[in-house]
């Protein structure tokens, strides 16, 4: 098992990966010396393929613990689940503070860690991720969010978590299409920032596709440890360091979005054509090469993500692109690749260029 610390002053925490990082859950609640009630937030799906692996920590605990089941996918981030989840924990808990332990994926996980930001002002959290996707990206950072109708991810706050447990053996519970979800994150980590990640992706995809126990645990480490450091120097998004992360997502999200989160699109499926749409952006501006464009979408390719986008309009594109966050006094601001392993904020981007683009691959 490995540490990576991310280092943020008083708001510091471990993340530990590798095998048996779920059974330090104890020593990590042993260590916030917390002994109230623990509230492990997660959905059907998850407590019944984790059971297993997680049963046995949770009776290891002194404290309390309470399970409450939230609904699957995008669903569950919805102001009207955040407030029933709410409501339940209250009525549980009563008149002692809360310990949040999130079991799942991204979603639960995002919907977990915005109630631990915003339920009496803030209760602590342990993120333990159950995807690739979550382990890879989003359990780390402390990025917490709901949806609105309108867009992903509208309402949300920087909360850090006091631990990050990533366990591989989770992983081996997910059919192959959640595994080629997460793929879409670890992809955009070795073109923001590590070309020689990017090769070994390219010459080992096959087995880490297999969930190959070093390969998988290489690049789940790699992710972390590349998040963690571009989150260390730009915790909230403000130095405008941090918004590498969201190569891909820009116009991923607005995939997302324009096609209701009908689940038409997954998110990895999402980002993946968001990452090539930025690629095509970047080659019409003359700072991105064809050769590594034509890279990033053979891996893409190979991971079993489409290239283009089938029943989604360029319209309800756009119309969902207008809510991005990333818009400063109504500039759009992209993440665009220079190279593999390197991208640049780059922004008012001509909405021409945008549309031309989307109905190449529309």
């Not at 569950?76 to 009563?94: H, P, W």
């Not at 070994?200 to 790699?222: A, Q």
Request: net charge positive.
């Amino acid at each position: 098992m490995k540490k990576i610390k991310v280092n943020l002053g008083d708001r510091s925490y471990d993340i530990l990966t590798g095998a048996g990082a779920a059974a330090e859950l104890p020593r990590v609640v042993k260590g916030l010396s917390f002994a109230g009630p623990i509230v492990v937030i997660t959905d059907k799906a998850v407590m019944k393929k984790t059971a297993r692996i997680t049963a046995p920590v949770f009776r290891q605990l002194p404290n309390e613990v309470l399970r409450v089941v939230v609904p699957q996918s995008e669903r569950a981030k919805s102001l009207k689940v955040f407030q029933n989840t709410v409501y339940e924990i209250s009525s549980r808990t009563r008149t002692h503070c809360p310990l949040i332990v999130a079991v799942g994926g991204g979603v639960v996980g995002d919907l977990a860690g915005f109630i631990a930001a915003t339920y009496r002002r803030g209760v602590p959290l342990v993120q333990i991720p159950t995807t690739l996707l979550a382990q890879v990206d989003s359990a780390i950072g402390g990025k917490t969010a709901i949806d609105l109708p309108e867009a992903k991810n509208l309402v949300g706050a920087f909360y850090q978590p006091r631990a990050v447990l990533m366990d591989p053996k989770f992983l081996k519970s997910l059919p192959r299409s959640q595994v080629r979800n997460g793929m879409a994150e670890v992809i955009k980590y070795a073109v923001i920032g590590n070309r020689r990640f990017f090769d070994f992706l390219e010459n080992n995809i096959g087995e880490i596709m297999s969930l190959k126990t070093d390969r998988i645990e290489r690049v789940v480490y790699e992710c972390a440890a590349i998040k963690a450091r571009i989150v260390e120097r730009d915790e909230r998004d403000t130095k405008g360091i941090r918004i590498a992360l969201n190569f891909g997502h820009t116009l991923g999200h607005a995939v997302e979005a324009a096609s209701g989160y009908s689940g038409r699109y997954s998110h990895g499926e999402a980002v993946a054509i968001g990452m090539i749409l930025a690629g095509e952006i970047a080659v019409r501006l003359d700072m991105f090469s064809e050769t590594d464009l034509e890279r990033m979408k053979n891996l893409i390719r190979k991971v079993g993500f489409p290239a283009r986008i089938r029943g989604v309009s360029v319209k309800d594109i756009m119309n969902s692109y207008g809510y991005d966050k990333k818009f400063m006094s109504g500039v759009n601001r992209f993440v665009l690749p220079r190279k593999i392993g390197s991208v640049e904020i780059i922004e008012d981007i001509p909405v021409l260029l945008l549309r031309t683009v989307l109905r190449k691959y529309t």
